[in-house]
């Protein structure tokens, strides 16, 4: 009873003191645990184009930027924890990184009424926003992925997958059984043999696993992966001498940390991608001078141009630049989570803009509509240079299935829809 | 001097024997009930709810369940976050309407069970499982039996990620709590009202505190204690060792089946099973107790706050009063949690409930000690 009673005026003081003027951006990063290696450069990204923002131009409208970190673990419960202490202080959108706290966060943003970004991850039928008002997962989505992969490989083979063997490695979650279902479908369309191989949280031991692979010798193999089990899948692989041009991460299996451990038998790993690679973009000299070279890099500084602090910092562009259409759609600068999910709706990047921000080809072009709030899901292919220690992207962002993948999502969405009685919101 | 008996007179065998006998006690603990039933509902909001009170009393719940099993009778058990998975699946089962194939074929659907009924219907399919885990323990002791109770663990985690039924077959094996509610009050789903969340809880908290502690000082919890102590011994003075272990395996997996509802429709309403029910959980609630004090009701409840309040409190103070980055607090409330356990099992073998005992005797004497 002491303990409860001493943390709960802990609580109520901390309660007390929330900050109203700012566009505040919670940050539920993890930056310990099994799979920190992913969570700090996204964490890092996130937090330094904001911080660059306030630097350079004043925030966004004039309105200065604030980032809330709370550190998840990449577990569902703290997830649960820093949602609720974090929601009172102005959140105007939510980006868990994690499937499992997204699955959490859907019911719960949406009887708040503050939007979630769940760029690239989280529940794929989100995409269809006639069900999912407050969730949005452009540019891309697991169901994207899954089929730009085959596509990719379709390409390779000539157009026919006929015969072909196709196994995925994937995390046992959520978030790895994602693709099952779109693979499922793609093997019936293409004719390719489609094998599922489960690997448990964390995935440190995937011994059996690659044994299970050598054995049935799949002509490629699709891996859905984070944190360290990325790097073991890797280095499995390499030590059964699988071809590395024939392994295909999805993009939270394409990073720096996956491949660096494996050294040189890495060389040729291929992963997907929604955005460009590498720190060859005028947006970085500004955060060099704004951020990192004046002391408030969120880390340590050294992850510019890295595959996952991209990604962060292409979230929190997404971010701001949904900010400015709300800006613009309600004519005031202080926006709050509504006028902000308004603003997700109507984002439209275009190749102009992106250039504007100094990320020219960086990503897709793409339109957020109430019916659409996946995006056009344009998915490329990256390639590993173990000698360089490079990522380079060797497709062009290609269209994925969608004559599969729309059924899909109407499907699953449908179900969720009858489950949760949702009227349309459209 | 806080602790008067002089003047309390019991005059009846049902007074002396009452679970608090000093008035002052008896007092003490109306005066918290008082508190937790009739004033906490009026005051708290969301992130009290969600973020402490509700995992608070649900981890309550499951270390009574453990402490039964294992402060009571003796038996270890590491199979605490699958049995929790039982009872979250079970109660979802029932609450979506359990289905029933046989051949490819869907033979019946039983009706949609209240979220009440739901939830002890994840008890006892629960203390069913439990029994059969604890079959073992006739023959298997101390770490050996811990080593079997870790296999239902496994297995139990890997069942539910195996078979898809039971997650009503979704895409993403994760189970969804739909919105359920008691007399048009609702209780699952998003917009939950937090005393309603609370006080279905704290109903169940209590429910179960109250059967438990009076199971362990009645005839059963003797039993109980009398295989812990010695069980060749008990053997001899006529306790049945097949019926006393497995009556606790029974009990114990009833309220840990109950909490791990609670903790899926209520707190969480949806789960994974291998992250939220992992081999993490059956040591957090292990710590509890251990922490808390073996084989002691009060000492659960104490295990279970120190380990769900600490760390949200620790996050407090360093992010929101120094202001410290979050990967060194994370950090810290490792070090810092971690450290105590050891500080606690040198220093107090017999955890909080120990240290509170103690207080009450010095309480008793002060300011006068002879």
Known sequence: MKYKLGTMAVAAMMAASPVMADLVFPSLSYRTGPYAAGGIPFADGYADYFTMLNARDGGIGGVMTKVIECETGYNTEKGVECYESTKGEGSLVYQPLSTGITYQLIPKTTADNIPMHTMGYGRTSAANGDVFSHTFNYPANYWNGASGAINYLLGENGGSLEGKKIALVYHNSAYGKEPIRTLQELSKKHGFEFKEVPVDHPGQEQKSQWLQIRRDKPDYVIMYGWGVMNQVAIQEAANIRFP????????????????????????????????????????????????????????????????????????????????????EIHGVADINAAQMRDGMEALEITEEKMAALGLPNFGPSFKVSCQNHGGDGLVGVTQWDASSKTWSLISDFAPSDMDVIGPLIEEDSAAYAAENNIESNC | MFYREAGDFRTTYAEDQQTFPIKFDRYRYYLVLFIAIVVVPFVVNDYWVNSLLLPFLIYAIAAIGLNILVGYCGQVSLGTGGFMAVGAYTCYKFMTGVDIWWGGELLFRLPEFNIFFSVIMGGVMTALVGVLFGLPSLRIKGFYLAVATLAAQFFLVWLFNRVSWFYNYSASGQISAPERDIFGVLLTGPSVQPWAAYLFCLFFTITCAVIARNMTRGASGRKWMAIRDMDIAAEIIGVNPLKAKLTAFMVSSFFIGISGALFFSVYLGAVEVGEAFGITKSFLVLFMIIIGGLGSIFGSFAGAAFLVLLPVALKVVGVDWFGWPTDIVAHLQLVIVGGLIIVFLIAEPHGIAQLWRVAKEKLRLWPFPH
């Open chain 1, 244 to 327: 590395m041009e024939n392994f295909i991460g999805v993009w939270w299996s394409g990073s720096e940390n996956d491949v660096l451990a494996a050294g040189d038998a890495a060389n040729g790993y291929k992963a997907l991608t929604f955005h460009g690679v590498g720190s060859d973009f005028p947006v970085f000299d500004d955060i060099k001078t704004h951020v990192t070279d004046a002391g408030n890099a969120a880390g340590a500084g050294d992850q510019i141009g890295t595959v996952l602090y991209n990604r962060g910092m292409y979230a929190a562009m997404l971010a701001a630049e949904a900010v400015k259409t709300a800006q």
